[in-house]
């Protein structure tokens, strides 16, 4: 007797849905997004515009997964974009722009899109982007250093100063390419940072093939519906990631500017930026105000971590996010201005009338209770404590920079122009041949 086909599931997946699926606890993209409109299903070796052979996953985000293919040319990064966002996208306006204005300077900053094209599957029609394939990105790079293997308990994991100064100066020159030709990253970020690659090409590809190998959780176990039934809309198996780590070296590397998911023209800024959560500007988290200067607030945290190796707010995700975000701010960074303040609709609960802090528990004080009151920390506290591998004088103007950039007021913080500009940035040597590592 033969199973009936299941309904098609909802364009639109809710954690609060009933799941489809068994649970799948590799670490990849969320199981239940295979659905109409959402991810397009591949599996290794799957062969997209009759060229594009899919042989490793390198990546995947809440708008695309990204593998790596190969074609009678070499080897290509394949980008598939949920065929919801499919339609029109400003990701590749911008590409495309960047490529007119500047093919040469913007090929040194940002990943270079080779080719584009449209492929149908069961959840839509999905805009595919053929670019240049990369290395990891640098929140992955730093949990592969030598020098953390084997992990021990008490270890500081965070770049050498030298990386951390290089890869800092070399995203920031890549965020003032992109601003002075009208364009905002929108999710600056060290996972949307890569590494570029050893020339890959003369590598045979069984050397980079990534396996169908469910015990070494490259790949996870079959897919299942919970009724039983056969489903259409995901893939056999879902691929862990695999980052070209043992083909990326940090000797005299480079970095890139990946995933213009997020970005937009200064002059046509969309109503909610995709910036990530512990570096949204206040002006976005209070108000949703959009303004130029994003971009260089979310790298002033950037700054803060990679120097010392922890982040300078760390929000995680829950319902009252934003307000556990504001009260680091105004610990870490002093009391929000007025007009700020009032745009805060739940300070009541964190605050008394005469904006004194009476407690830290997110939500307010439970009945029966006492307010929590947690120590206060400052930026430059916090910096301190983490005891970054730098002298008192540069610690200082480290320090310093990080409250230039990490103003309230948008209009005074300062271009990304402005901070390479600053002597800090200006005696660090991105080509400098000093305390190199190679992954292996």
């Known amino acids: ?32 997004d295979y659905r109409p409109g959402g991810y397009h299903p591949v599996v290794l070796g ?16 809440s708008y695309s997964t990204v593998w790596l293919a190969r074609d009678q040319n070499g080897y290509v990064a394949l980008k598939i974009l949920v065929s919801e966002i499919s339609g029109s996208t400003t990701e590749l306006r911008i590409l495309r722009h960047i490529t007119q204005v500047a093919p ?11 080719s584009e094209f449209e492929h149908p599957g069961p959840n839509g029609v999905h805009k595919c982007l053929v670019f240049e394939p990369m290395g990891p990105s640098v929140n992955t790079m730093v949990e592969e250093l030598p020098q953390f293997k084997p992990r021990r ?4 994991v965070r770049y050498p100063l030298w990386m951390a100064k290089s890869i800092l100066k ?20 060290p996972g949307n940072i890569l590494f570029t690659l050893n020339n890959v090409d003369s590598t045979p ?22 009724d039983g039934k056969q489903d259409k809309w995901a893939p056999r198996y879902l691929c862990a990631t695999q980052p070209l780590l043992p083909f990326t070296s940090t000797e005299g590397f480079k970095i890139k500017l990946s995933d213009m ?31 130029d200067t994003l971009d260089v607030w979310s790298f002033g945290c950037i700054l803060f971590e990679l120097i010392t190796g922890q982040p300078l707010f760390c929000v995680p995700y829950s319902e009252m996010e934003d307000d556990d975000h504001l009260l680091s701010l105004t610990t870490q960074l002093g009391a929000l201005p007025d007009e700020l303040f009032k745009n805060w609709r739940t300070s009541s609960l964190y605050f008394t009338p005469e904006r004194k802090l009476f407690n830290c528990q997110l939500g ?40 230039w950039i990490l103003q309230y007021d948008p209009a005074k913080r300062p271009s990304a122009a402005e901070i390479l500009s600053d002597p800090w940035f200006c005696e660090i040597d991105v080509d400098s041949d000093s305390s190199k590592v190679n992954i292996v």
């Not at 086909?5 to 670490?27: H, N, Q």
């Not at 799957?46 to 985000?61: A, C, M, S, T, W």
């Not at 040469?104 to 080779?114: K, S, W």
């Not at 308990?153 to 500081?156: D, F, G, N, Q, S």
């Open 1 to 32: 007797m033969s199973i009936p086909s299941p309904p098609t599931p909802p364009s639109k997946a809710s954690i609060d849905d009933e799941p489809r699926f068994e649970p799948i606890t590799l670490l990849c993209e969320w199981v239940e």
């Open 46 to 61: 799957d062969v997209f515009n009759n060229q594009y052979k899919v042989i490793r996953k390198l990546g995947e985000g």
């Open 104 to 114: 040469v300077e913007g090929t040194q900053h940002i990943t270079r899109l080779l």
């Open 153 to 156: 308990r008490e270890m500081k």
């Open 170 to 189: 070399q995203s920031l020159q890549s965020l003032a390419f992109l601003h002075r030709n009208g364009i905002a990253h929108g999710d600056f970020q």
């Open 205 to 226: 590809e069984n050397l980079l093939r990534q396996e169908e190998d469910v015990e070494a959780d490259s790949i996870s176990p079959p897919v299942q519906r919970l």
């Open 261 to 291: 998911g997020g970005a937009y023209f200064f002059t046509d800024p969309p109503r909610k930026p995709v910036t990530s959560r512990g570096l949204r500007a206040p002006e976005l988290i209070l108000t949703g105000a959009v303004n």
């Open 364 to 403: 307010g004080v439970p009945p029966g209770k006492e307010a929590l009151m947690l120590e206060q920390e400052s930026m430059e506290e916090s910096f301190d404590r983490a005891g970054p591998d730098l002298g008192e004088e540069e610690a200082r103007k480290v320090k310093a920079l990080i409250r």
